[in-house]
């Protein structure tokens, strides 16, 4: 192996790290965020808010790393196929990581309101997003397009659940209308829940791109890529 591909492997090796490493750390913000929400602990979501600064840090660290591997060592084939995986599974991570935000600011407001019972299994729909980022995450550690596949699959059922979300706050206003703002809030949280779940399948989508070179976002479907 040459002294160039060596480096390389070096690099991407470094990159793979870095990539699973957010990946981590978002994940658990987004725990913790619905935990904050869920408990009413202000403190808690203050945290998840703070560390968010970290994380787009970390981000546009990520991003730097990619275009300097493309810029020094132009890769070719699978090589490019990662960076590009990654670069876009990095965007998508950090979008989850602003949601968990958006959660901890609802969490916030809720901490300051009287208590509503929650009209809805928040903390299951939630457990079901955080197993479909786990899984997004595994599936590209392990290059395996069958587990990314049912992650892509599993969105339908977190969809689901926010559109039941509604209901349920629908009817939860009417029973009891001067609670309507903290109803309101919880609403806005399932709908986070909901889009994390859409980055995570995005990050399942970007894997099957990475061992196929198939494209299915938006329901497209190419040939494999040639680099």
């Not at 901490?111 to 939630?126: C, G, H, W």
Request: with cysteine; net charge negative; charged share 35%.
């Amino acid at each position: 192996m040459s002294r160039h591909a060596i480096h390389l492997e070096k690099a991407i090796d470094e990159l793979k790290r870095l990539i699973l490493s957010l990946g981590t750390d978002v994940e658990e913000s987004a725990r913790l965020a619905v935990q904050s929400l869920t408990q009413r602990d202000s403190d808690l979501a203050k945290r998840v808010i703070e560390a968010d600064y970290e994380i787009d840090q970390r981000e546009v660290y990520v991003e730097e790393e990619c275009l300097k591997i493309l810029a020094l060592h132009q890769p070719v084939a699978n090589d490019l196929r990662l960076i590009i995986a990654i670069l876009k599974i990095n965007n998508d991570l950090e979008r989850i990581g602003d949601l968990s935000v958006n959660i901890a600011e609802r969490a916030v407001y809720l901490s300051t309101e009287a208590k509503v019972e929650l009209p809805f299994d928040l903390q299951n729909m939630a457990k079901k997003v955080r197993s479909m980022l786990k899984r997004s995450l595994d599936s590209l550690v392990n290059r395996d397009e069958k587990l990314a596949r049912k992650v892509c699959e599993d969105d339908d059922a977190v969809d689901d659940l926010n559109r039941e979300m509604y209901g349920c706050v629908a009817q939860a206003i009417k029973k009891d209308s001067n609670n309507l703002n903290s109803y309101i809030q919880l609403l806005s949280a399932s709908r986070y829940l909901e889009r994390m779940a859409d980055h995570a399948t995005n990050i399942a989508e970007d894997v099957i791109y990475l061992v196929t070179g198939e494209i299915i976002r938006h329901g497209s479907k190419t040939e494999e890529a040639e680099f």
